[in-house]
């Protein structure tokens, strides 16, 4: 998993006191990055206005980590609530506890073994889940792709233009929804295509909501147990 680029180290909270205030002519601060420090605990909700926000391992916020533009990393072992961005990526590290996940310009990347207790929503952004992931409520996307690799997703999964991976023993307990494209994104040659891999399992249907999209479902060594609408069924190995 990433790290954050070297960058200003303060120590919560007196960063995030320098981070919300503006100068005396009315600019942002310039951006920096706020740590939390190993094994630390921090009580209430963590606001960051520019900047990154850092989990050192075994760190825990109990309440919501909320950012405007900077990414939020947790490194493995940590805890958090609800974590929000509006400009920055999302990356929670393994074995790590956190609520619902949402971005809306970056991407989220969560590592094996954490546990997300909420939905996961990253409008602009792609997803990508590695190992033993749970997540407890549904995954959302507009724009980006989604790539889950041995993860449960309990609830739905659901998108309108990006392409979906699910391998390496995945599970989606939920259905999988497409919904209507934009019109400058369909024809020939603006396809979706949905893989489902080696012992991977969608439990419930896969359904796309218009008939004027094309929708491909790959299935290798993986399957559907329920119903497939208004999709083109590529191929399918045993």
């Known amino acids: 998993m990433r790290r954050p680029a070297d960058k200003l180290h303060c120590v ?7 981070a919300l205030a503006v100068d005396s002519y009315g ?9 939390l420090a190993e094994d630390s605990l921090h009580r209430g909700n963590l606001y960051v206005l520019t900047g ?24 493995d072992n940590s805890e958090a609530g609800e974590i929000r961005s509006l400009n920055g990526e999302i990356t929670i590290g393994a074995n790590c506890r956190v609520g619902p996940l949402y971005t809306e310009e970056g ?7 954490s546990r997300i207790n909420g939905d996961i929503q990253s409008p602009k952004g792609d997803v990508y889940i590695e190992g033993d992931v749970t997540v407890v ?28 991976s699910i391998t390496e023993g995945a ?6 929804l497409i919904k209507p494209r934009s019109s400058e994104l369909r024809g020939r040659g603006n396809e979706l295509e949905i893989y ?12 796309v909501s218009s008939l004027k999209d094309s929708v491909y479902v790959v299935i290798e060594g993986g399957q559907v147990q329920g119903r497939m609408r208004n999709v083109f069924k590529e191929e399918e190995e045993k």
């Open 12 to 18: 919560f909270p007196i960063l995030l006191l320098v």
């Open 196 to 207: 489902i891999g080696p012992g991977a399992m969608v439990t419930g249907d896969i359904r």
């Open 171 to 176: 599970t989606v307990k939920g259905s999988i």
């Open 52 to 75: 990154e926000v850092q989990l050192e391992s075994g760190a825990r916020v109990m309440g919501k980590i909320e950012t405007v533009e900077g990414d939020i990393y947790l490194e």
């Open 107 to 113: 991407g989220v990347e969560i590592g094996p073994g």
């Open 27 to 35: 600019q942002r601060p310039e951006p920096q990055l706020t740590v």
């Open 137 to 164: 409520g549904d995954l959302k996307t507009e724009l980006g792709d989604v790539e889950i690799e041995g993860a449960t997703v309990r609830g739905d999964l659901i998108t309108r233009h990006g392409d979906l």
